[in-house]
């Protein structure tokens, strides 16, 4: 290329993508078609105007990249600064102070009682409105036990008082209706959408008005969450899940939240949206408390209130702020640039020592004393808000809303859709293929009989199996929605049942259609709806059984395990592997108890009995030989030789009565389900075994009533007190 043509090369690229960049592009075009490399160049195929076009391209790709970006960090900065500035509606003012307030549970060693162990020990606190509240100390310090005691639910093993506005509650149902509790873990339904969520909670939870989708957008708006209203919160980042979580709760304005450990496992932006969130719900008038392990500096200077524990004790009770000087106070000098909470921490630790810890003690309770003596009661103390035990949503719309809920998380969920849809149809086709047409040949009347009890125990398994495995992470979410009053556990469980009937109904048809014919059963159609209501029925009494051990499991490793153990004596005395008769009379009494028995043989019954048409007749016997001129001495059998008394010795007349019976196990078993669903959700925080011990030895449990002492007794005895237990205890490791 000439030297005149490379300086306009030069300039039309500098001028591309701008204004001028047709000016330049034509300029450009003219020099070069003057210039003799034009036509070296146009032979290659490199045409100037193409070389612009492109590198003009390149140049705005780019700029709207740089423009994309630039989006994205401001949304970030201008998300964060609207968490900073947030302003939500006032709500009322609630004020939790507890005195004395001691938590003990008993220790069992090989299932001998050894007394109580003492988790709060006699701690004292104030928790005021429009504040935010954190509760901070070691691993096993009773952070979350006093959390979980104020909240409520803890209710059995304490003594004390907890006073909401300077008054006590009369039901713990009250109580959680002005509350809300986070958990640690996001219990969130991860197949629906944020929009969907919040939509849900706010029908559940809050009366009927028009202003409920302004008031979910306005939540959206507020909690940065409108870009994301349409992603499922299975797709969502862990900021974004907390925040969802705190959403759904804050949609009916409870004036009194709890948070577990909001921060675990987020990075530290997003742990600063997060408490900048909650400092925002504290600044509306609401009280939030906290537990917190260690924030950063960042972090906590944003608290307003510290209460600080030590093995079950209070080591420091009051402001932020004042946090230095009282340490300072005690002899415990906090280093220039040094986090007061990493400090804070390594004096809890036992890091300086037993008789610090001991000092901090003595002197947190007497500041206590001292607010106690001292404290002026305002008038919104005295004004509590309106409580009601009941529910916000009627029973029936508890269940409309649950049943929509459920069926849209069946569909969306690929194990409970997807995955089952593609078994049910390979499998059918895998055993319609194998037993091709057996079902029609007098013959093979044994080998048919083995296709039937292995298409119920396929069902048996792809029922069982899904509900063992999708029923305890309901459980999980459920009991987190229960404990905030969001609708009933009857209603739940009505609509758990009743969404997931449609589901088994359309699944066993389809394996029962495609197996069916293939393997060539009767067509009729009398026989083949009665095989497959029999097949449906069974199907529902598996996953009741599920639905109940799944219920009573503790966790989702413990109901995997134990379902299929459970299955193997229903299969066992179901009269297929060891015949009834053959069994030895003490083990007879067994099959009775057997559910797949009496489906076992109902199933029988509808393929060779005298059902509607009369009795079964074969279209042939691949036995018998029209070559020969006398036919083979083994003769087919009849069809219902299998019924007779050589075979499974079934009387036909037993039909609707198994079915009956079989109807009997679904209800039974659905019943035992829903009462070990109620117990999970009423022994949610403390077991059934926790609360029979505390009833037995309830003359053991009372009262310390050397820890009410004067002072004075205290300032003399509580330090070799305390430095025993913790020695004992091994909290504490000496320096």
């Known amino acids: 290329m000439d030297p005149l043509a490379s300086s306009f090369h030069s300039q039309a690229l500098s001028e591309a993508g701008s204004e001028k960049s047709e000016v330049s592009l034509k300029s450009y075009t003219e020099v070069l078609r003057k210039s003799p490399a034009f036509f070296n160049e146009s032979i290659r195929g490199d045409w100037p105007e193409q070389k612009v076009k492109k590198d003009s391209d390149r140049s705005d790709r780019w700029s709207l990249k740089k423009k994309e970006s630039n989006i994205r960090a401001q949304s970030k900065v201008g998300n964060l600064n609207r968490l900073e500035h947030l302003q939500f509606g006032q709500s009322d003012k609630i004020n939790i102070s507890f005195s004395n307030l001691t938590y003990r549970v008993p220790e069992t060693s090989h299932c001998a009682h050894r007394g109580f162990k003492t988790i709060l020990k006699n701690v004292s606190g104030d928790f005021r409105s429009g504040q935010l509240h954190a509760v901070m100390g070691p691993s096993g310090a009773g952070k979350t036990s006093l959390l979980n005691v104020l909240a409520g639910y803890i209710t059995h093993g304490i003594n004390g008082k907890v006073l909401i506005n300077n008054k006590k509650l009369s039901t713990h149902r009250e109580y959680k209706q002005i509350s809300a509790y986070i958990m640690q873990d996001d219990r969130l339904q991860i197949h629906l959408t944020v929009y969907e969520s919040l939509f849900i909670a706010s029908s ?22 409108s870009e994301a209203r349409n992603t499922k919160a299975i797709q969502l980042s862990g900021g974004q899940r907390k925040r969802l979580a705190i959403a759904q709760e804050l949609i009916n304005n409870p004036p009194l939240m709890f948070f577990d450990e909001p921060t675990s496992g987020l990075d530290s932006q ?10 925002s719900l ?18 906590f200077e944003i608290f307003d209130h510290l209460y600080v524990m030590q093995g079950g004790q209070a080591i420091y009770d009051g402001q932020v702020s004042n946090l230095i000087t009282f340490l300072a106070a005690n002899d415990l000098v906090c280093p220039k640039y040094h986090n007061p909470a990493d400090f804070v921490m390594e004096v809890a630790s036992g890091e300086f020592g037993y008789e610090c810890i001991s000092q901090l003690i003595i002197a947190t309770q007497e500041s206590q004393n001292f607010k106690l003596k001292n404290r002026v009661y305002h008038q919104d103390e005295a004004d509590s808000p309106a409580l009601y035990s009941g529910y916000n ?46 079902g029609n040949d007098a013959s093979k009347i044994d080998q048919n009989v083995s296709f039937i009890f292995l298409s119920m125990l396929f069902l048996l398994f792809s029922s069982l199996m899904p509900t063992l495995m999708q029923f305890p992470a309901d459980i999980n979410v459920m009991i987190a929605e229960y404990r905030n009053r969001w609708y009933s556990s009857a209603a739940y469980f009505l609509a758990k049942t009743l969404s997931d009937l449609p589901f088994s109904i359309l699944f066993d048809m389809l394996f029962t259609v495609t197996a069916y014919f293939m393997s060539g059963q009767p067509i009729a159609s009398d026989r083949f709806f009665l095989f497959n209501t029999i ?4 199907n529902l009494v598996v996953q009741s059984m599920g639905l109940l051990i799944g219920a009573a499991s503790p966790s989702l490793e413990a109901s995997t395990f134990v379902g299929p153990i459970c299955a193997i004596p229903v299969l066992i005395f179901a009269g297929f592997f060891i015949k009834k008769d053959d069994m ?16 076992f043989e109902s199933a029988l019954i509808a393929l060779y009995g005298d059902v509607g048409d009369g009795p079964r007749v074969f279209d042939k016997c ?17 069809a219902n030789s299998i019924l007779s ?49 505390y009833a037995m030895y309830r003359e053991e449990f009372v009262d310390d009533t050397s820890s009410n002492g004067s002072l004075t007794n205290l300032k003399n005895n509580k330090s070799s007190h305390i430095n025993n237990d913790l020695r004992s205890s091994g909290e504490l490791t000496p320096v």
């Open 270 to 279: 997003t742990s600063y949206q997060v408490v900048t969130l909650m400092k």
């Open 584 to 599: 030895m009379k003490g083990w007879q009494w067994l099959t009775y108890t057997s559910f797949f028995r009496y489906a």
């Open 204 to 225: 559940l939870k809050c009366k009927p008005s028009k202003d409920q989708n302004e008031r979910i957008e306005n939540i959206l708006l507020h909690l940065g969450l």
């Open 535 to 538: 097949l449906v029925l069974t």
């Open 282 to 299: 504290a600044n509306a008038g609401r009280t939030i408390i906290c537990t917190i392990h260690q924030p950063s500096a960042r972090l």
């Open 622 to 638: 691949s036995k018998f030989n029209e070559s020969l001129v006398i036919p083979e001495a083994i003769q087919c059998p009849e």
């Open 645 to 693: 008394e050589d075979g499974f010795n079934i009387d036909e007349k037993v039909l609707w009565s198994h079915c009956l019976i079989l109807s009997i196990f679904f209800v039974a078993l659905r019943i035992f389900a829903f009462l070990a669903l109620l117990i999970q959700t009423f022994f949610h925080a403390q077991s059934a075994v926790l609360r029979i011990q």
């Open 393 to 438: 949503a009627p029973f029936l719309k508890q269940f409309w809303i649950l049943f929509k809920r459920q069926l849209r998380i069946t569909i969306r969920n690929p194990m409970l859709s997807h995955l089952r849809f593609v078994a049910h149809i390979f499998v059918g086709l895998l055993f319609g293929g194998l037993c091709w047409q057996i």
